[in-house]
């Protein structure tokens, strides 16, 4: 099916934003620039024929494209609501061509016509996710939601469907060979796959490391097959002709590969999501390099390379477009004073004599400005980081956020919580409750919270912050007891309370996850032995949330699960443990828990029947239901609470 429709060109916007940063152990030149729309999460780049760098904006159901000559920036709204723009393609003629993870559809944009054309794929709620050319008629696509490699006609508009081996295999990037043969990588069924382009068969190829997560795959100038291996914390090399693979280590397990590229010399450039910082192997010395970037929390989810061998990409956590230029990575001993001249900063000479610059923080420190010492340029504030203490620069509208998920603490003032009155938000049941502290496991004393009356009531597991158990949650804990619940408010650190974001951070990193599960687990038998509850529930905020998901793949004798933004896991197979409903809440604008994980966890617990409630309320950020919290939102936060309530009392009995 095709459907032609208008183009509505938005306003054509200026912006820009260069950075410049210096790292002890290498110089490379990196310049970003913001792009006009807020918040529009850009996913995926690549450079088009003209040297025009095209991107997706998932949030903002935009493509866009930026001029690296005059710093402009147009918009292209795509008519179909919700679409989600993913990857995105350009042809020889200029067009672009994108996926409609959001709508089932691949686009095509005509830059000079300004007219946008959508063919449906023949499964609807395909999740078309990733797009590459094999020649000038053939466009191959991954369909991620369901395990499908797509192959479109441009010619005719005809799209043929080609399922992968492994069930639920999530393919997600895919590349060409010379042949015109697609190969893919499946991020859940952990293989590398290959559809002949002639006969349409289906193979599939195990790396050595199980479960290792390949999610991007891009070929060098030899044929050879380079992938991301996200789980593992590697990338891998594959020969098509021996069926030969290759695993290289990045610095970190948790290092999250995802991006990778090859740029016109062979050397192969990726993405690591979990550190924040690029790596590039040097095929010629098996080398890999790695380089920390400028922007707290970079996100980069594509990798493309310019005639000149530049690195493009997409800041999708801070909404930039970002440009490596190749040409300045040296090493420490190659490093000259002609970095403070290059074009790093992208500012007019107007706004230099309104703004006062300094050195990235790394140099201050080099420079022996002691951390808490270090200035940062007008418009930015200080903070360490949370993993090593190292100083940095970020935006004030980051802060909360940052700190709140643990990647940032303050160096002065300390975090602090503003006063609040939550009693109208949570408004106090019909029951008169009782509260005190029960020592549940080892070291750690629960807060109590149940009715007053006797009698047989249904139980929740109640999880704090990163704060710790603090008088907030305990106040939550009552207000849900009011409402017939005998609540036990866990406390996973063991009587440890942060006041200061430092605090958190000490507390929080002096324990392991297996730690937290046997409490929560424990904390389960308890309520089941002492108070014999009809069923038991559990709840938990942002971190809570997370920990609120962890007992429910934990624990089978759960009832209900409540998660206010907290880390998700997507992989359906993992999700398949859980038997009773799931209420999910979370947040337009939170970057760290994004539209696109919430959907892919929805996605994953409709595929294996899970009954579930999931609301994503817009225009908030993560942390909108904490009253005391800048971000706080009273009217979501009502109707989070309503939500919350109802759903406790059609689940739990």
């Given at each position: 099916?095709?459907?032609k429709?208008?183009?509505?060109l938005?306003?054509?916007?200026?912006s820009?934003?260069g950075i410049l940063?210096s790292?002890?152990?290498?110089?490379i030149t990196?310049?970003e620039?913001?792009?006009p729309?807020?918040?529009?999460?850009?996913?995926?780049?690549v450079?088009?024929?003209?040297g025009?760098?095209?991107?997706?904006?998932?949030n903002?159901?935009?493509i866009?494209?930026?001029?690296?000559?005059?710093?402009e920036f147009k918009?292209y709204?795509i008519p179909?609501?919700?679409?989600r723009?993913?990857?995105?393609?350009t042809?020889t003629?200029?067009?672009v061509?994108?996926?409609e993870v959001?709508?089932?559809?691949?686009?095509?944009?005509?830059?000079?016509?300004?007219?946008i054309e959508?063919?449906s794929?023949?499964?609807?709620?395909?999740?078309p996710?990733t797009?590459?050319?094999?020649?000038?008629n053939?466009l191959?696509?991954t369909?991620?939601k369901a395990?499908?490699?797509?192959?479109l006609d441009?010619t005719?508009?005809?799209i043929?469907?080609?399922?992968?081996?492994?069930e639920s295999?999530n393919?997600?990037?895919?590349i060409t060979d010379?042949?015109?043969?697609?190969w893919f990588?499946?991020?859940?069924?952990h293989n590398?796959?290959r559809?002949?382009?002639v006969?349409?068969?289906?193979?599939?190829?195990?790396p050595?490391t199980?479960?290792?997560?390949?999610?991007r795959?891009?070929i060098?100038?030899?044929?050879i097959?380079?992938?991301?291996q996200?789980?593992?914390g590697?990338i891998?090399?594959?020969?098509?002709?021996?069926?030969?693979?290759i695993?290289?280590?990045t610095?970190?397990?948790s290092?999250?590969p995802?991006?990778?590229w090859?740029?016109?010399?062979?050397?192969v450039?990726?993405?690591m999501?979990g550190i924040?910082?690029?790596?590039k192997l040097?095929?010629?010395?098996?080398?890999i390099?790695?380089?920390?970037?400028?922007?707290p929390?970079t996100?980069i989810?594509?990798?493309?390379?310019?005639a000149?061998g530049n690195?493009?990409?997409?800041?999708?956590n801070?909404?930039?477009?970002?440009?490596?230029l190749?040409d300045?990575?040296q090493?420490k001993e190659?490093t000259?004073?002609?970095m403070q001249?290059?074009?790093?900063?992208q500012?007019?000479?107007d706004a230099k004599q309104k703004?006062a610059?300094?050195?990235?923080?790394l140099?201050?420190?080099?420079d022996g400005?002691e951390?808490?010492?270090v200035?940062?340029t007008?418009?930015?504030e200080?903070?360490l980081k949370f993993?090593?203490?190292?100083?940095a620069?970020?935006k004030?509208s980051?802060?909360?956020?940052l700190?709140?998920r643990?990647?940032?603490?303050?160096v002065l003032?300390?975090?602090e919580?503003?006063?609040n009155n939550?009693s109208v938000?949570?408004?106090?049941?019909?029951?008169?409750v009782?509260?005190?502290?029960?020592n549940?496991?080892?070291n750690?004393?629960?807060?109590?919270?149940?009715?007053?009356?006797?009698?047989?009531y249904?139980?929740?597991?109640m999880?704090?912050?990163?704060w710790?158990?603090?008088?907030n949650?305990?106040?939550?804990?009552?207000?849900l007891?009011?409402?017939?619940?005998?609540?036990?408010?866990?406390d996973?650190?063991?009587g440890?309370?942060?006041t200061t974001?430092d605090?958190?951070?000490?507390?929080?990193?002096?324990?392991e996850q297996?730690?937290?599960t046997?409490?929560?687990n424990?904390?389960?038998?308890?309520?089941e032995?002492?108070?014999?509850?009809s069923s038991?529930g559990?709840i938990?905020?942002c971190f809570?949330?997370?920990q609120?998901?962890?007992l429910?793949?934990?624990n089978?004798?759960?009832?209900a699960?409540?998660?206010?933004?907290?880390q998700?896991?997507t992989?359906?197979?993992?999700?398949s443990?859980?038997d009773?409903?799931?209420?999910?809440?979370f947040?337009?604008l939170d970057?760290?828990?994004?539209p696109?994980t919430v959907?892919?966890?929805?996605?994953s617990?409709?595929?294996?029947?899970?009954?579930?409630?999931i609301t994503?309320?817009?225009?908030v950020?993560?942390?909108?239901a904490n009253p005391?919290?800048?971000r706080?939102a009273?009217?979501?936060s009502k109707?989070?609470?309503?939500k919350?309530?109802e759903?406790?009392?059609q689940?739990?009995?």
């Amino acid at each position: 099916m095709r459907l032609k429709s208008l183009l509505l060109l938005t306003a054509v916007l200026f912006s820009f934003s260069g950075i410049l940063q210096s790292y002890a152990d290498s110089t490379i030149t990196i310049n970003e620039w913001d792009i006009p729309t807020l918040d529009s999460a850009p996913h995926d780049v690549v450079v088009g024929t003209n040297g025009m760098i095209w991107f997706t904006e998932i949030n903002a159901n935009k493509i866009g494209m930026f001029n690296p000559d005059t710093e402009e920036f147009k918009e292209y709204a795509i008519p179909t609501p919700s679409s989600r723009p993913h990857g995105l393609v350009t042809d020889t003629l200029g067009n672009v061509w994108f996926t409609e993870v959001g709508a089932g559809k691949i686009g095509k944009l005509n830059p000079q016509t300004e007219m946008i054309e959508e063919f449906s794929t023949p499964t609807a709620n395909s999740g078309p996710h990733t797009p590459i050319f094999a020649d000038e008629n053939t466009l191959w696509f991954t369909e991620q939601k369901a395990s499908q490699i797509g192959k479109l006609d441009t010619t005719t508009g005809k799209i043929q469907e080609f399922a992968t081996i492994t069930e639920s295999a999530n393919p997600y990037g895919i590349i060409t060979d010379s042949d015109g043969n697609a190969w893919f990588a499946e991020l859940r069924g952990h293989n590398i796959g290959r559809v002949d382009a002639v006969t349409g068969e289906v193979t599939e190829y195990s790396p050595p490391t199980e479960n290792s997560g390949p999610r991007r795959i891009a070929i060098d100038s030899n044929g050879i097959l380079w992938i991301t291996q996200y789980n593992a914390g590697k990338i891998a090399s594959f020969d098509p002709k021996t069926n030969n693979v290759i695993e290289y280590d990045t610095s970190s397990e948790s290092s999250g590969p995802y991006a990778i590229w090859v740029d016109p010399d062979d050397n192969v450039w990726f993405s690591m999501t979990g550190i924040y910082k690029i790596g590039k192997l040097d095929q010629t010395t098996q080398k890999i390099h790695e380089y920390d970037l400028p922007s707290p929390q970079t996100h980069i989810k594509f990798i493309h390379s310019d005639a000149n061998g530049n690195i493009w990409f997409p800041n999708y956590n801070n909404n930039k477009i970002g440009v490596i230029l190749t040409d300045t990575v040296q090493t420490k001993e190659e490093t000259t004073a002609k970095m403070q001249d290059d074009k790093g900063s992208q500012i007019t000479s107007d706004a230099k004599q309104k703004m006062a610059h300094f050195a990235p923080p790394l140099k201050q420190i080099q420079d022996g400005i002691e951390s808490t010492n270090v200035t940062c340029t007008e418009g930015f504030e200080l903070v360490l980081k949370f993993s090593n203490g190292q100083p940095a620069c970020i935006k004030p509208s980051s802060v909360e956020k940052l700190i709140e998920r643990g990647w940032a603490i303050h160096v002065l003032p300390d975090y602090e919580k503003n006063e609040n009155n939550n009693s109208v938000i949570f408004a106090t049941g019909n029951f008169e409750v009782d509260t005190t502290d029960v020592n549940y496991f080892r070291n750690s004393n629960g807060y109590l919270a149940k009715p007053a009356a006797e009698g047989e009531y249904p139980g929740v597991i109640m999880i704090h912050e990163w704060w710790g158990l603090n008088d907030n949650v305990k106040q939550m804990a009552e207000k849900l007891a009011s409402h017939g619940y005998v609540v036990l408010a866990v406390d996973l650190y063991e009587g440890q309370v942060g006041t200061t974001a430092d605090e958190a951070r000490q507390i929080r990193s002096s324990f392991e996850q297996s730690q937290w599960t046997e409490n929560m687990n424990t904390a389960v038998s308890y309520l089941e032995d002492q108070h014999t509850p009809s069923s038991i529930g559990s709840i938990g905020w942002c971190f809570g949330g997370g920990q609120s998901l962890n007992l429910a793949l934990s624990n089978e004798n759960m009832d209900a699960t409540v998660i206010y933004y907290g880390q998700l896991v997507t992989d359906a197979e993992e999700l398949s443990k859980i038997d009773w409903p799931i209420l999910g809440i979370f947040a337009e604008l939170d970057s760290g828990i994004t539209p696109e994980t919430v959907n892919e966890f929805e996605y994953s617990l409709d595929k294996v029947g899970i009954q579930n409630d999931i609301t994503i309320y817009p225009e908030v950020n993560h942390a909108f239901a904490n009253p005391s919290g800048d971000r706080y939102a009273p009217e979501e936060s009502k109707d989070a609470w309503q939500k919350t309530l109802e759903f406790f009392e059609q689940n739990l009995s």
